[in-house]
């Protein structure tokens, strides 16, 4: 399985403010995912990161509010921009190849006060 | 579009018995995989067991299976021998095919607790 740090674990941040949260792999990977765990909810797909292209993005989820960078098979960033109260969530990345089994992320556990 | 259910909000069991988690999952692709993760309270999504659908035979990960019955659409997760440390927020998911290979829908998930 493949050995996925994801920084920061944790934040505790002001509204308005934005935070950007790192995903590093050991090894390359073809796809990175990178998914939102509002309080008490299960997880829902915020976008897929693509390499050297513009991130896909599902519906309900914005360039302009979670800009996300992948400029290598092995790094990803997700930024979660102008932050308010309901951004406060629980953010995973997760990593993967064709027909193989999908692993995440520690997740960072985010607060916006 | 791809539908995953887990009925049991919640669930107990003495430490040392054995478990069954539900799921049921609903999709129109041939080609699908399932997924068990188990989330402990530091919110971590740890990987516990997988399931092709065109597997054969029911997953086996150590104290983790998956009874797998395709006709029914039914993937539930039975852990066996509980301890203290499966008590956890337990996930079912869904991959399908093609453009959406990779991509996870998740059930709202079971809390289960292992009583001593």
């Known amino acids: 399985s493949a050995v996925i740090s994801q920084k920061p674990s944790r934040d505790i941040c002001q509204r308005g403010t934005s935070l950007t949260i790192q995903c590093q792999v050991d090894?390359?990977?073809?796809?990175m995912f990178w998914y939102r765990q509002q309080p008490g909810q299960s997880l829902t797909l915020i976008a897929t990161?693509?390499?050297?292209?513009?991130?896909?993005?599902e519906s309900g989820f914005v360039i302009d509010k979670f800009p996300i960078s992948r400029p290598n098979l092995t790094f990803s960033t997700l930024t979660v921009s102008n932050m308010s109260p309901e951004d406060s969530s629980i953010y995973l990345c997760?990593?993967?190849?064709?027909?193989?089994?999908?692993?995440f992320g520690s997740g960072t556990q985010l607060s916006v006060l | 579009a791809q539908k995953i259910t887990q009925t049991q909000p919640g669930m107990f069991v003495q430490e040392k018995e054995a478990v069954t988690l539900d799921c049921t999952y609903d999709t129109s692709d041939q080609s699908y995989g399932l997924f068990w993760y188990k989330q402990p309270s530091s919110g971590e999504m740890i990987f516990l067991i997988y399931q092709g659908s065109y597997d054969e035979q029911n997953a086996t990960e150590g104290r983790y299976s998956l009874n797998f019955q395709k006709a029914r659409k039914s993937a539930n997760l039975v852990i066996s021998a509980s301890q203290l440390g499966d008590s956890a927020m337990y996930f079912c998911?869904?991959?399908?095919?093609?453009?959406?290979?990779?991509?996870?829908?998740f059930g709202k998930g079971t809390l289960l607790t292992v009583n001593p």
């Open positions: 090894s390359q990977v073809t796809m």
């Open positions: 997760s990593v993967g190849r064709a027909n193989e089994k999908l692993f």
């Open positions: 990161a693509n390499q050297g292209s513009e991130a896909t993005y």
């Open positions: 998911a869904m991959r399908g095919s093609g453009g959406s290979n990779y991509k996870l829908t």
